[in-house]
């Protein structure tokens, strides 16, 4: 099927292609697997080759689950062992009940007095939140594209989509330049059309930024309580 469509993994991942290709093969979600570049330090250095895992949904061709791991060609098997375990936790959101579902949308991570060699921090912190956002059960993570998309075709307005889409909730984050080689991190949180919560500090190590991550995911999944969810799939 995907010879007569002409689909490789990077066609297959676009959200039209997954819907049509969801509707043709009465598929619930699509699971993409592909081995990738590891991310690139300021300086150039290149980093370790990332196994990227993606589950979306052919509704709307959203991911439910949007990460990567550490790819070692000596430890398939182990790999394999993981992988599994992320996806069957983030297929259990398609069977969720109604008003389970955030919807949280990473608007994205910017610099402020950043020296120009840790610009690089910037992408590299958004899209690590991204990913261990996508990983947690009641959360889908909806990229700025799609949502764009959907704010141009009107789609965000009656019936169970405006409500899904509508409970969404916005996070943006600054990486801050406190001096003496210390970066922090601060989110905002909070609906599109309310006020925002600040979330924050976190210490950046540029040489480990993950455990940062790992703090500003633990305190949005803290504050994200008491944040109306949306709708079930339809």
């Known amino acids: 099927v995907l010879q ?18 969801g509707r043709l093969l009465r598929a619930d979600a699509f699971l993409l697997i592909s081995l990738e570049e590891g991310p690139k330090k300021g300086g150039g250095e290149q980093q370790p080759d990332l196994l990227r895992v993606r589950l979306a949904e052919t509704v709307r061709g959203i991911r439910l689950l949007d990460t990567y791991a550490a790819w070692d060609p000596e430890k398939v098997e182990e790999a394999a062992g993981q992988v599994a375990q992320e ?3 983030a297929a259990a959101k398609l069977t969720l009940p109604p008003g389970e579902l955030i919807p949280v949308v990473v608007v994205g991570v910017r610099g402020v007095f950043l020296p120009e060699e840790h610009e690089w921090l910037c992408g590299a912190l958004a899209m690590m939140l991204s990913s261990r956002l996508s990983r947690e ?21 009656g019936g169970a989509e405006g409500a899904f ?45 993950l455990e940062a991550v790992r703090q500003a995911a633990d305190a949005l ?14």
Not at 4 to 21: H, I, M, N, Q
Not at 166 to 171: C, D, E, M, Y
Request: glycine letters at 12%.
């Open 4 to 21: 007569e469509r002409e689909l490789g993994a990077a066609g297959l991942a676009e959200r039209g292609a997954l819907v049509k290709l």
């Open 221 to 234: 999944m803290e504050a994200l309580g008491s944040v109306s969810a949306g709708a079930a799939w339809q």
């Open 165 to 209: 889409l509508g409970a969404r909730v916005l996070v943006e984050g600054e990486l801050r330049w406190t001096g003496k080689e210390a970066i922090e991190l601060w989110l905002s949180m909070g609906p599109a059309d309310a006020e925002r919560t600040a979330l924050g500090p976190f210490a950046v190590d540029r040489a480990a930024p």
């Open 87 to 89: 996806v069957a936790l």
């Open 137 to 157: 059960p009641r959360i889908v993570v909806l990229e700025r594209d799609y949502l764009k998309l959907l704010l141009d075709e009107g789609g965000l307005t």
